[in-house]
């Protein structure tokens, strides 16, 4: 295999784990809020209900309560609106630089060399964006969030 294509497969491989994450980040995201939003309506509706045993709406209210920290909570530890965007962006630049590559448009229209050279080295740059990005947000965790060692 040459080296522009391995690049271009390695490039590919980064756009197609990219998508596949932001995609799973944009589904949890959507799950967590879609539950969250539903179990804080549900608690008023419970509390609402005129039903004999109080004991049991009670309860009920307080586990579907409950619910509303736990995914509210995960929201906040785990990012995946912060993870869907990133990721997605990530993306979205490596297909951008690859379609500039293959058309010759820009700095990759010079000699075979010099393009190689130049679109490895954007698309690192962007791969490298990208992780600082997510060390970033883990750094950026409250104290009460991180792992104790």
């Known amino acids: 295999m040459d080296k522009e294509a391995q690049i271009l497969n390695r490039v590919a491989d980064q756009i197609q784990w990219h998508s596949i994450t932001s995609r799973k980040n944009k589904k949890n995201f959507h799950a967590c809020e879609l539950i969250t939003l539903i179990s804080g309506a549900l608690v008023y509706f419970i509390n609402t209900l005129q039903i004999q045993d109080v004991y049991t709406v009670k309860i009920v209210s307080a586990i579907v309560g409950a619910l509303v920290v736990i995914f ?9 609106q912060e ?3 990133n990721y997605r962006n ?3 630049e490596l297909k951008r630089e690859k379609q500039f590559f293959v058309a010759d448009v820009g700095e990759y229209d010079q000699p075979e060399e010099e393009k190689l050279k130049a679109f490895t080295i954007n698309t690192e740059n962007i791969l490298q964006y990208g992780k600082r990005i997510v060390l970033m947000q883990k ?4 104290a009460s969030e991180k792992p104790k060692s």
Do not use: V
């Open 139 to 142: 750094k950026a965790r409250p």
């Open 90 to 92: 990530i993306a979205e």
């Open 83 to 85: 993870k869907w965007i």
């Open 72 to 80: 509210t909570g995960a929201q906040k530890l785990y990012k995946f």
